[in-house]
């Protein structure tokens, strides 16, 4: 009902409503959620066909904020196997026997091709992983800087992000837009903002905000 209302896909509306559900339970305590290898391989291959930046390819974060996920480094069978031997009971959930949720159908068919490909494809995947995230931190501690210094006052200056590379420039623009509460910037407007820089302009939002510039400063 409520995907309905908001237009989400189901998946998506579930694990939102999941994770607000948590929240209202922990009062900021540590919460843990049984994410596995096989969960953040489904999604890199997800983020991979819907089209992604580097970060959709490090898989499932180990922490984020209070959420913590101490079983991603194991795959299912390796879970199961423990459990198995330790005698303790587990629920499986109905709906993944199905192939109409797009995961599904990359957990029953996709999957198992790749693991046949390579017997050890959970280990090479996880490598992969960990060195993207590595990657992926870096760039980021990077353009944390650039932002820092090309924040004055409420504005960003426009030599500061013309002097720094494009890849550190687009990732600087994405923590633009959440500074002003913009979530989700695409990546035409990344675009339009680089053409803009050194001169008079304005990059209008999808949530109807525009972040303009007057050839010195990007402001909202």
């Given amino acids: 009902a409520v995907a309905e209302i908001t237009g989400e896909s189901i998946e998506l509306c579930a694990r939102r409503i999941r994770y607000e559900f948590f929240s209202t339970l922990s009062n ?11 969960d953040s391989a489904e999604t890199v291959i997800l983020n991979l066909v819907r089209g992604t930046a580097l970060k959709g390819l490090t ?3 180990p922490v984020r904020d209070n959420i913590i996920r101490p079983l991603s480094a194991c795959t299912r069978e390796e879970i199961e196997t423990y459990l198995s031997e330790e005698g303790i009971d587990f629920v499986t959930d109905s709906t993944n026997c199905s ?4 995961r599904n159908r990359i957990r029953h068919n996709v999957i198992p091709v790749l693991c046949e490909m390579n017997p050890s494809f959970f280990r090479t995947f996880l490598s992969c992983i960990d060195t993207l995230s590595d990657t992926e931190k870096f760039l980021d501690s990077v353009a944390d800087s650039v932002f820092n210094e090309a924040k004055t006052g409420d504005r960003f200056s426009s030599e500061a992000l013309m002097d720094c590379d494009e890849v550190i ?8 837009a959440e500074y002003y509460g913009v979530e989700d910037i695409e990546k035409k407007h990344i675009l339009l903002l680089s053409d ?8 209008m939002l999808h949530n109807r905000l525009k ?3 007057d050839g010195k400063y990007i402001y909202l």
């Fill in 59 to 61: 898989g499932i974060p």
């Fill in 99 to 102: 192939d109409e949720y797009t």
């Fill in 28 to 38: 900021d305590a540590v919460i843990a959620t049984a994410h596995n290898l096989n």
């Fill in 169 to 176: 420039r687009r990732r600087v623009f994405v923590k633009i």
């Fill in 196 to 203: 803009i820089l050194d001169k008079k302009g304005a990059v």
């Fill in 211 to 213: 972040l303009a510039s």
